[in-house]
């Protein structure tokens, strides 16, 4: 199985300039625990903000969210890989890298997005088809 059959093309973002506040707001209407942060411009890369780095930055070292920026405390550049990537190799990665999130980008674009819970799931899923064989 590729990437590109569990990944999830709905992906929540947020500029690098917004601050923690509106993403706090972003993350609760999309009803997400982080959001891709955009690219400022063609070069760059993106990055990934998640309730952890909220948590340290502002719980942890006592930031304050209306003067933090996403791009602040934003992991940065997040673990890419490509839609045909094996799962299996992606597992490998995050497992290496002690990630739960990775973007999927192709052509320097963003094309989805993949958790932890989706390649588990994947697992779930072909553990169920074979078991009704």
């Known amino acids: 199985m590729l990437v590109a059959g569990i990944m999830k093309t709905d992906v929540a973002t947020i500029s690098p300039l917004a601050t923690v506040r509106e993403a706090l707001l972003q993350m609760k209407e999309h009803g997400v625990k982080s959001l891709v942060v955009e690219k400022r411009h063609a070069g760059d890369a993106h ?51 002690s990630v739960k999130r990775v973007l999927v980008i192709d052509n320097n674009e963003l094309q989805g997005f993949v958790s932890i819970t989706d390649v588990v799931g994947s697992l779930m899923d072909r553990a169920l088809r074979e078991q009704g064989r």
């Open 47 to 97: 990055g990934l903000i998640a309730y952890r780095d909220i948590a340290k930055a502002v719980i942890a070292d006592d930031g304050d969210i209306d003067l933090l920026n996403v791009y602040d405390i934003a992991q940065k550049p997040a673990l890419q890989v490509s839609q045909h990537l094996e799962v299996r190799y992606l597992a490998r990665l995050m497992i290496q890298y």
